[in-house]
């Protein structure tokens, strides 16, 4: 059950609040939209003074076990388009889709479209085109966040079955995957004993597979050079009186670099990067 509070403007000086109670709990799974209408009681014929538009959007619950919701022989002329809202299961990481084709003579291509908004967060979009020269059964699959509403859109594109009589018809199963992992980046630090990761999959048993590809490495460059000095203006002090000392440390030496530089030999700048961070350095 939801509530709706609504400002209606009287004039310019005054204004009346009023409350919409909307009970969804009736409704079939899909989109739905409805208008509040407001009419003068002495005169109706005139029609609505003002509209007040009410979408909602109730997906189909996921509750069988494994996790997985299917929509059979959806039919779909030249531009048609088919939405289903989806609950995804709290624990989904992923999900995989299958459409099954039938009942058609001539290539017919489909738009593909999902759609996932996230409180705080980009939303997750996922598309595709899949064309079938004749009935088959086509897979894909993309990411997902459990507890958030899945929008899926499949439509025919308007150019596709054109001089054809049939009207294909679509099978669409979609199951539900999940492993939650403990850490989202892995670092391998040589120094430090070996990086435990827990997986976990909350909605059915999976068999993983791990596979380890290093595709990044950090090398730790030690300083060749350390010197501590006491900085030497009054305002580098301590509020005991004691002086503050200020270490100097060479980690790179380019002076190489500088032998062999073409450009002149005065004042220079070089930029180092490591790791998309930079840092500026005057030779």
């Known amino acids: ?117 996230c409180p705080l967060h980009r939303p997750l979009t996922w598309r595709s085109v899949m064309t079938f020269s004749s009935p088959a059964a086509k897979s894909f699959a993309f990411k997902v966040v459990g507890g958030q509403t899945l929008e899926l859109v499949i439509a025919q594109f308007w150019s596709s079955g054109i001089g054809s009589q049939e009207t294909p018809s679509v099978d669409l199963k979609v199951m539900f995957h999940g492993v939650k992992v403990n850490q989202e980046e892995i670092v391998l630090d040589g120094s430090e004993a070996p990086v435990r990761i827990n997986a976990e999959a909350l909605l059915a048993s999976k068999r993983l597979a791990p596979l380890a590809i290093l595709n990044k490495i950090r090398i730790p460059y030690r300083p060749t050079d350390a010197k501590i000095s006491a900085l030497t203006t009054d305002r580098d002090k301590l509020p005991s009186g004691k002086q503050i000392l200020a270490l100097t440390l060479t980690v790179l030496d380019f002076a190489y670099f500088l032998r062999r530089s073409y450009r002149s030999r005065g004042e220079a700048s070089w930029r180092l990067f490591e790791n998309h961070v930079e840092g500026y350095l005057e030779a």
């Open 1 to 117: 059950m939801t509530l709706f509070s609504f400002a209606l403007l009287v004039n310019y000086k005054l204004s009346s609040i009023f409350s919409v109670i909307v009970n969804p709990t009736n409704l079939a799974d899909g989109l739905h939209y409805y208008e509040v209408y407001s009419i003068d009681c002495k005169a109706p014929w005139r029609g609505p003074l003002f509209r007040i538009p009410v979408t909602i959007t109730k997906p189909v619950a996921v509750t069988n076990r494994p996790p997985q919701v299917s929509f059979s022989k959806m039919l779909f002329q030249s531009g048609h388009v088919e939405r289903k809202y989806i609950e995804v299961p709290h624990g989904a990481s992923w999900v995989e889709g299958t459409m099954n084709t039938s009942s058609f003579d001539t290539t017919r291509r489909f738009f593909v479209d999902a759609v996932q908004i």
